[in-house]
Nanobody
Framework: HVQLVESGGGSVQAGGSLTLSCTAS????????MYWHRRRPGGGHELLGN????????VYTPSVEGRITIARDNAKNILYLQLNSLKTEDTGMYYC?????WGQGTQVTVS
């Protein structure tokens, strides 16, 4: 079955950077478009962006454009998200996902 396990969250100072990882299993990662989502306090959901199997990235949330990098390692079945110049409004739960399945998420708190 599909498993997506995020890691790398925690408390970060504003202005800093974070890198999240998502280890995938149970499906053919190398041919699957992968997504990063975020849920902010208060319940707001944002699709941050996605990366296709060739590594082509699309960013959908204007507030992270220019600050976000999405990458993947198809040999290791790992998806990455790097977010720079962190702001307090980046606080939230970050999830990696396929089109249908989400991981459990990792909490990021920016203060």
């Amino acid at each position: 079955h599909v498993q997506l396990v995020e890691s790398g969250g925690g408390s970060v100072q504003a202005g800093g950077s974070l890198t999240l990882s998502c280890t995938a299993s149970g499906f053919t990662f190398s041919t699957t478009t992968m997504y990063w989502h975020r849920r902010r306090p208060g319940g707001g959901h944002e699709l941050l962006g996605n990366i296709d199997h060739n590594g082509v990235v699309a960013v959908y949330t204007p507030s992270v454009e220019g600050r976000i990098t999405i990458a993947r390692d198809n040999a290791k079945n790992i998806l990455y998200l790097q977010l720079n110049s962190l702001k307090t409004e980046d606080t939230g739960m970050y999830y990696c996902a396929t089109y249908r399945e989400w991981g459990q998420g990792t909490q990021v708190t920016v203060s």
